[in-house]
C-alpha cells in the first residue's frame, strides 16, 4: 500500500466513526475465521452426555448444547464456515456478474439483450426458493451452497455493471484511450471497470451479509450445511427446539452472531465505497 492510499484510509476511517467501527468488527471476524479454530477453549465437535444443556458459566460462557457441546467454541468454528461460503459466492458472482454487466453495458445489442433476459429469469423466481430448489436438485454440500448463492446473486452484479458501464462507454477519457490505440478489452480493464468499482463494493458489502444469511437459512430448513458441523444456521435451528424449556442460551448466541455479521457488511459498504472511489482520493 503507497503512502497516498494510506493517507487516504486514514482519513476515511477518521471521518467516519461509524465505518471504522464496521471495519474493526470485520476485522474481528476475519480473524475469527483464520485462527478461531486454534483459540476455542473446547473442541467444538467434542459430546459430553454428563454436561448437557448447561447454562452460561466461567467454564462455559455460552453454556452447552443438548450433546454436551461447547456452545462458544462452536460459534467460533462456526466463523470460518460461514465467512468462507460468503467470500466464495459473493466472488464467483461478482467477477461472472461483472463481467456480463461490462460486455452488455459496453456493447449493446443482442449481447445486452441475453445478459439482460438472464438475469430477469433469475429474479423472476424468490431467490431464496431458487436457491432451495438448486441445493436440493444438486444435495446440500458446502459447494453446492456456494454456487446457489452465487447464482441468486450474479443478477445484482450484472445489473449494476451494466448500468455502469453504459454511462461511461462514452466518457472522454475512454475517447481518449481508443484514440491512444487502446483496444476494447483494455478500455473496460483499465479505464471503465476501475471508476465502476464503488457502487459494485457497495453490492459486495451488501451480498457479503445476504449470502450469509442464505447459507444460514438453507442450514436452518436442513438444506444446508450437514450436522455435526458447526454453522450458525444449524445452530439456531437446534436451539430453537429448547427456548420453551428454558434453554435461551442455544439459539440466542449464535443468532446474535449471524446479527453482527450482517449488520458489520451492512455498514462497510458506504466506507468500501470511500475507500475505492477515484473521486475520494482528489
Known amino acids: 500500500m503507497s503512502q497516498q492510499h494510506l493517507k487516504h484510509f486514514r482519513y476515511v476511517m477518521g471521518e467516519n466513526p461509524v465505518t471504522m467501527f464496521a471495519f474493526s468488527l470485520f476485522a474481528l471476524i476475519v480473524f ?15 459430546t459430553n452426555a454428563t454436561n448437557t444443556l448447561k447454562p452460561p458459566s466461567w467454564n462455559h460462557a455460552f453454556g452447552t448444547d443438548h450433546l454436551g457441546r461447547d456452545v462458544f467454541s462452536r460459534v467460533i468454528a462456526a466463523t470460518r464456515l460461514d465467512l468462507g461460503i460468503a467470500v466464495s459466492a459473493v466472488a464467483l458472482s461478482f467477477f461472472i456478474g461483472g463481467a456480463l454487466g461490462c460486455i452488455a453495458g459496453f456493447w449493446g445489442g443482442w449481447t445486452d439483450r441475453i445478459v439482460g433476459r438472464f438475469s430477469d429469469t433469475i429474479m423472476a423466481f424468490p431467490l431464496f426458493v431458487l436457491a432451495m430448489g438448486i441445493v436440493a436438485s444438486m444435495g446440500n454440500t458446502v459447494e453446492n451452497i456456494i454456487y446457489a448463492t452465487a447464482i441468486i446473486n450474479l443478477p445484482f452484479y450484472a445489473r449494476v455493471a451494466r448500468a455502469e458501464t453504459s454511462i461511461r462507454r462514452n466518457a472522454g477519457y475512454v475517447y481518449a484511450a481508443r484514440l491512444c490505440g487502446s483496444s476494447d478489452a483494455r478500455i473496460l480493464a483499465t479505464q471503465i471497470f476501475p471508476n465502476i468499482l464503488p457502487p459494485m463494493m457497495v453490492q459486495i458489502s451488501l451480498n457479503m451479509g445476504w449470502a450469509i444469511l442464505n447459507a444460514a437459512g438453507l442450514s436452518f430448513i436442513g438444506l444446508g450445511v450437514r450436522p455435526p458441523d458447526a454453522e450458525w444456521g444449524i445452530m439456531v435451528a437446534e436451539g430453537a427446539n429448547y427456548i420453551v424449556s428454558g434453554e435461551w442460551w442455544l439459539a440466542i448466541f449464535p443468532g446474535v452472531a449471524l446479527m453482527l455479521a450482517v449488520f458489520c457488511f451492512n455498514l462497510l459498504g458506504d466506507g468500501l465505497r470511500d475507500l475505492v472511489d477515484p473521486l475520494r482520493r482528489t
Open 32 to 46: 475469527l475465521a483464520i485462527f478461531g479454530p486454534f483459540i476455542t477453549p473446547h473442541d467444538p465437535l467434542a
